[in-house]
């Protein structure tokens, strides 16, 4: 919870730095962004809210289900002309106004889902053979990474595909049927790029950003003069410049004008955000109760690890060009809802009234349901010292005899 409220209030103030000169240049205050992100900020909080009091308890394995084929769905309608928005060629979102909807968000936290029910609740199937063993994974997470990609979105699909492969791996899936995947993976991959020419330039520049600084490699080359540019101390809050020449500097690339106005002591302690989320999203997910609701917090967790370790490693130059934001700090309204709805159900699965109540091996009947764990163990230790008083009164009231 800590972790994620500095994470929002930090995003909110490098957004408004982000974003308000070029509002202000194009003859607006420039807090038009800042406000919708506030918003989103106002509605995510209170998500995060119902999912930790109420989440645990209206998801269920119907409702798990229709979440994802109303992705699948909404992913459909959106590349319809028309009803989709379209920006610089991609159709991801639904807009009425200034508000937007981006149903691949959804989509993620819905394999989330899925992924972690079946897994929890066919745990021998996965020994099976390839086919047996990863079809129900593979009809819900190849339609929605293939509509994903359409769009065109590798990196959200990227990081769908990413959490579902740790989410096997945890659950002891085979090497030899992670490795068909991955296989899998990377021909698909390989198709998308033969088929949208784009995919191959942001490829090339990312092997050779410098010779293509002014074309395809013109975001990434910025992004780390920008970072460089910073040093350890970054120049000040609100001081740099290459967010104004920067695209989609609030959001995917914020990072980028983190590193410059806070220097590399900014990115670290961003990071260093993310590592407590890590160690306590993982920590809840050993102590979980059921095998459930372990796969459920380590997925979400790995949902929000492997967007925030995409993003960062764009920005500074390790992974090719993708359009992917930083979890709880770019400029991106659907993902910041989702991603506090994730913590939500994490907080919940956290809470101790999710964790299950075991019976006693040694007292079976006398066990009470709906009780704590600590109740429990007081009354198991009062019943301890009672037969142990006991068995001293008999053996003095021998000893007289």
Same mark, same amino acid.
């Given at each position: ?28 205050? &420039? ?289 090719? +060009? ?17 991603? +506090?709805?994730?913590? &939500? ?34 009354? &198991? ?13 008999? &053996? ?6």
């Amino acid at each position: 919870m800590t972790a994620t409220l500095c994470l929002i209030a930090f995003g909110a103030v490098m957004v408004y730095s982000a974003s308000s000169p070029l509002g202000a240049l194009a003859g607006g205050y &420039g807090t038009g962004e800042f406000v919708v992100y506030l918003i989103a900020i106002a509605i995510g909080l209170f998500v995060m809210r119902f999912c930790e009091q109420y989440g645990l308890r209206l998801i269920t394995p119907e409702l798990t289900r229709l979440m994802l084929l109303g992705s699948c769905g909404l992913l459909l309608v959106v590349l319809v002309p028309g009803l989709g928005r379209d920006v610089a060629g991609a159709r991801r979102w639904f807009a009425v106004g200034p508000l937007e909807f981006q149903p691949s968000e959804l989509a993620k936290l819905a394999l989330v889902l899925y992924a972690a029910r079946y897994l929890a609740d066919n745990p021998r199937r996965l020994q099976r053979d390839f086919k047996q063993a990863l079809a129900p994974i593979a009809v819900a997470l190849g339609p929605a990474c293939l509509l994903i990609a359409v769009e065109p979105d590798l990196g959200t699909a990227f990081v769908c595909f990413a959490t579902i492969m740790t989410m096997l791996a945890v659950a002891g899936a085979p090497n030899g049927h992670l490795l068909r995947v991955l296989l899998l993976a990377a021909a698909g991959v390989g198709l998308m790029i033969l088929v949208h020419p784009y995919e191959l330039a942001r490829l090339t520049s990312f092997l050779h950003p410098l010779s293509e600084r002014t074309s395809a490699g013109f975001q990434a080359t910025q992004a780390q003069m920008a970072v460089g540019s910073g040093g350890l101390w970054g120049v000040g809050l609100a001081q740099s410049v290459g967010k104004m020449w920067l695209p989609e500097a609030q959001s995917d690339f914020i990072l980028a004008v983190v590193g410059q106005e806070l220097g590399t002591l900014g990115i670290v302690a961003v990071v260093g955000l993310y590592a407590m989320i890590a160690y306590a999203g993982l920590r809840t997910a050993r102590r979980a109760a059921s095998g459930y609701l372990k796969l459920l917090a380590f997925g979400l967790t790995s949902l929000i690890l492997c967007q925030g370790i995409l993003n960062i490693f764009v920005v500074l130059g390790i992974a090719p +060009l993708t359009g992917v934001p930083l979890p709880f700090i770019s400029y991106a309204p659907t993902n910041l809802i989702v991603m +506090l709805a994730s913590v &939500g159900l994490l907080l919940g699965i956290a809470r101790p009234a999710a964790r299950e109540l075991r019976l006693v091996d040694d007292e079976p009947a006398n066990t009470t349901w709906g009780v704590s764990s600590e109740q429990a163990a007081d009354r &198991g230790g009062y019943r301890r010292d009672r037969r142990a008083r006991g068995a001293r009164v008999g &053996g003095s009231q021998a000893a007289r005899g």
